[in-house]
């Protein structure tokens, strides 16, 4: 897969190719229609990610058609937010596909990605935060990148947060997941140089509101150099977090 | 002032005293009509604090009539939300207030109040939540308690906090006060033993939505041992506080 | 168990230990990782409480072997919010465990805990409120607390509220549990001179907003004295009032 | 003014007064235009009321212009939210009109209104919220009722509640005003027999939000008996109180 | 039943009755415990209402007890939120109880209630909100209520609407329920002289969430004369209209 | 101005135009550059729109700048939101402007526009909501649209509203606004046949939350046929009315 | 079906026609009572729209008389949100009825409808809002007209949505589905001349807050010619286009 | 300035600098205290930024005062929300001092940043959005980072988008900065390999919420590489933006 969207996009927009050329370039390429759904390689062709399916919703089969397409095509896949009876469903249409329980995710990864160029780490404020945090350190890996997983180190115990100062300003990017009160950026960025993406989740009860609390909390983060992602997206914050460490 | 409502009702409740006597007993007491305003002697007699006068939206007139009345029966004066500008019109009239324009409080302490038994530590994350610190370090005091200020030691900079750690642990109880992403009380309440009163501020802008962001964060923070007060609520923090510390 | 965290840390501050020695004496001590979650005794050293595990979203076997671990220690347990069903999976593999379906609880308490140096009064406004209610008696118990249950005195019919006015009274903490307007604490704070911790429950419907009502009302709450935990944390505020019961 | 609005729409109902007809009859008569209002004389003719303006964010020469319009077709005349400095532009054009500052309303009453069959109670928690229980006591007041007017005696202080007991339960109807946690309706209605109308005011601040907090508690008022109306609308709650005791 | 709780606390307040009198007058008297829930006496006793049972989370079994516990008292009984199946679990323990399924209560009355002066209309906007509308005009009749039920009359048919207007403008007081946009009290209330009260349901979905929309539609409500209880709240809305009908 | 950017677009899309020739054909056209602002003739191209400056925000003279860019076009112009001291800094500087202060427009039309098929029905429940009406309004007659203003017609007087039937049903599009509870709109849907838009108003007070409540109705609105644009958003309204009628 | 309410309406607002003829006229017309449901041909009558039921909440018993009554009229009938086990309850007893999975819809269509002028596009962002855009698209060709789907062609692919260029600028009237962001509308309503009615869905996770996020957006759409309906009302979006493209 | 806190840390933590020394090592160095506010030199330190005053609420002198302090140390400065007149009050105390009124910042820059690596793009959708998409710039320019200004290109216009698109993609980072529908960071993100960080303004009335609208927006961005900071937070998206550039 050679050309690359953006440089026919580039083309059009210097005046260096016709719309004509393009669309016919691009024809066949950037979709292919399933019926039920359009296989984008636009991510792919775009951000150098494999591609990406959101399996909430979906259906065994449905996932299986879509993963199917897209591994004929030479694609590195992977499958988020995947029940393990969904997977069930699957695992025997898919040779080769990898399922992780904690992250609920499938991964199937033909070639090697291109290699980030320093760690990411993902630190999680308690137990509960971690299937979140493990679908953005899958994330993380399937996009080519080393991750150092930091769990269960909130900020009402700090002994347990300093312990592991060393490993997270060796970090080059570090993704930060809490509910509750969402306190752990904020200490975090207070620590490290590296930019740090901060992941709300939803674990908690009451006035956090399905992670309100959190959410709020981190886009009011007293320190700078922190960006926010949505309640409970790992895949979103380990995205962001490999395009700046490809950088 | 010797007979304590408390001991009325109590009596009324044992049985010990008939209504007659006790409406007989608490005529004239419990509160005095200005016309536009009742003076309530209620919590004094009920908690052992001087009589305090919630002073935002009242002119400098109402104000200067409440607490001469209330200094006219002995009691110790606490007035809070007191502008300079009204202070202005009031200091002529009440001989002897003093006025704290960081705390925004009129005090006027005739009687020394029962001691507290420890100290009562009011931290800020930072110097825009001093204003909130104050007016509870003011109240605390005019309550009878000695306080221990440590301002302005936000969790984005842990090494101001820990450097503090020793005048933390030593307070019976400690009152925190944060606006933006509200994490202080959460690593406060990590490293003490004593009970955390924690107050949200409406430092911040934008997502902090006037002080809500800090008020969910601190209601849900994750170690025990935490209380919340309303928004900006120094007074009540301290009254609470103090209450704690007179046990 | 006789070093404590904080003395370790004390004595960090204070520059009378090296950081090494206190890693070393901190090594193997405040949690041990199971996997899936780390078994942290550091609550217990910093605030004399036994181990504490939160039950929701985890399963009999999680629970057990968490538990098992910390009893092995020596370590008196509290377990909340366990269903019935599975404590049913637990209770063969936890030889002296309690469980008390009101609460939701497990506990198992080896050693008599420090005694809390006043009762704590538990009050209720309605019968939906109790489960919360129960949560906050039994921590309070395994704390070391004498309890008085007062349940289901709401402020529409004051008549039961002041039955019991001679027992609120006599607490030396009073906690105060309501869903639907929350009016209980600021009625309760009224009549007793004791700090009162308010907790919000999710208990009616519409625009109690799964107890949004409740805990807006008690932030509100106009006597002073009251602390506010989140919606239905019966346990938060009975750790709240033994520390100040164990003043 | 003897024929009604509803005798006209009623024989249209009936089949016993043709379209044109009504229309006949209501020409000139239900409203009348004054370029920025129309003057509606229908809440006189269906509910029996005065005419009433809500004078907030109109300007002296308007009010003066609709007060004298509807002076002139002999009707009583209330209106609402008017700041003295806004009253101050009107009495030179306005004969006999009489100012409440407290209650921010204007009133001219010219022919007796027809009696209410009991009193209307108006209580407020506070001191804070006599200006909106001041709007519904002049308002009840023109609308031919008597009028107890039992101010700042909040559950906080519920000896000065009680104190009033009798007063309370030999009205018709209660008006309750509160703003903060809003309890006074929950606690006033276990204690009478009459309905009672809850006014949330937006006396407080921060976790009050304007008066939500005291919103949503009045709306989950646990006895029965209580209908709400929206937040500072004193006008609003005397105006059903006067119609159920008009009843 | 012949001395009400009311006549005990005014002679208390009127100093005619000691409280130790008054105590031992309601000794036995205004509730008894089961356990898990007080039967409480007092609703009947002060607003001459049966006792009332919020059925919503209870067991058939607890129902059927406290059932039985008022139904020996000699009282009427009311039980709401109770659904078929729940009911199937009581029937044959509680004899001569009624079930309503489209309200989802059970009756049981014994002697008739003082009947109301005049007749309550209940008026909904749609077919779903006749649950709610069933359980007002249950409840009114068993509170000795005529009820003149207008059902599925909504704002957006006018012609609907008005092809009831005798019906109900012939009501003593007015009930509206409704979801969604919530204007019917709006137009019902320019129609009627009878006060108005306003139920929001929960129907609906997207932007009603919940029946915010409706409530908040219905506080607003611009002719005079509505007054508001909870989402969803038939129950309330009866008691409340019960009270003005038997004024 | 003949070229239209739409048929540009087309061309390049249909692959007739290079896109060289597109962006040649485009310089200096789709928008002016003033430092502070881009003047963008695109909506004029796209849509047949006069140029439209929001007002709000800018000072007198950068409107100025702004509209004699526009004017030295050729085009008509429509500057919404203009405050009257405002306007009185423009006046001067731009011959044959018209300000409109009820709407708080300014308007400059030197080309009549191309007329709309039918008549467009602006209508309003109450006078506050009328500076939003007239913004509609004139808007849509600088649009080419014929206007029927029926203005304080709200729901509670369905005498006046049904005075207007026969205006409002010859309306090719009808245009609604109110605040407070919002249910003109769907009383109005219910009558007529036309496409009806909604726009909700920020007149009110306390639980209309400053529109929200009126916004939430309209969402909800019961019958078919409307549309909704934001609060106080008159200009939005037409503008979407002008493109139907234009159909 | 001959006469229509409308005209009755019209004369009975021009005075033609007396109230007495007006009612006979209508009698048994408008609506048949099933006891659980009125059967309402109003929308028919005043729209020229099909009978529409709403089948959520409904059982496939009420759902099949309802429509039963409906076709025995004569009248056209749509369904909507009908699962497929509820289908599966009905199509027995409905002769001819066409169920549409996609769009959860049941149709059966006797008489053409009268044709729209144009085509109406229906476009949305990804495949998760399919089934709000079927009912949509269904509910428009019910309508009588043609429908263009363009689905999966969301702003995060530029390229996929501009490919679309040409069918959608065709369209008379546009639809835009969205969840997650809602931005579709805005960037469509950019591009073509079209009016564009917004669907926001409740597509997505975390802070979109079931749609609300993509309401808020798109009640800001920057370009004017939008028009908002409820959150996943495909129907609604469908009929309001359908009025616009039947002028 | 040689030696780093985060070097000290460090040591500390590698247990191979005691607590004394490196107490010793930072006396007198992370702040200074000035009586109203403690300037600290520790963002400087660990992320190699300039010291940083949030001018917001602060007195012309405080900030002098603030300020000449930092320039004393020798560190780079950089003032943010600093109105015209408050700067007016500075200027001529602090020499050198830069104003900028576009971005509303002071900066005083000594000696030359450590220069970014690529270049920032900051992109705003509409006029109203430059304020704070120049605090962006400004504050990316004083860390050391090439600025790219693309201003007014809002997804309603696309054509003004794809104009600047070669721009775009040469950036390392890219800031959007957006309010209203906030759909700007979307557009984006699907069309540049760069990381997005996206920036909520309070531009928007109505709907918009003071900036939640696009907040939320943002937050639900669909294509990957999107990190969200808090509304209006120009500087902290510049901060975080630099980071990355450095990286």
Known sequence: MKKKLEEVLGKVAAGRMSPEKALAALKGYPFKD???????????????????????????????????????????????????EVFAGIKGRLRGAVYNPAARTVTLVRTKPAAGRGTIAVITAGTSDIPVAEEAAVTAEVLGNDVERIYDVGVAGLHRLLHHYDRMRRARVVITVAGMEGALPSVVAGLVRAPVIAVPTSVGYGAS???????????????????????????????????????
Chains 1, 2, 3, 4, 5, 6, 7, 8 share one sequence.
């Open 34 to 84: 399933l019926g039920f759904a359009k296989v984008d390689h636009h991510r792919e062709v775009l951000k150098g990610a494999p591609e990406i399916v959101f399996g909430l919703g979906k259906t065994p089969d449905q996932i299986a058609r879509i993963a199917r397409e897209i591994v004929a095509k030479g694609s590195n896949l992977l499958v988020t937010r995947v029940e393990p």
């Open 209 to 247: 509101f399905h992670g309100l609390a959190a959410l709020l909390a981190m886009l009011n983060s007293c320190p700078g150099g922190v960006g926010v992602v949505n309640i409970d997206n790992g895949f979103g914050a380990a995205f962001l977090a490999s395009l700046i460490n490809h950088l």
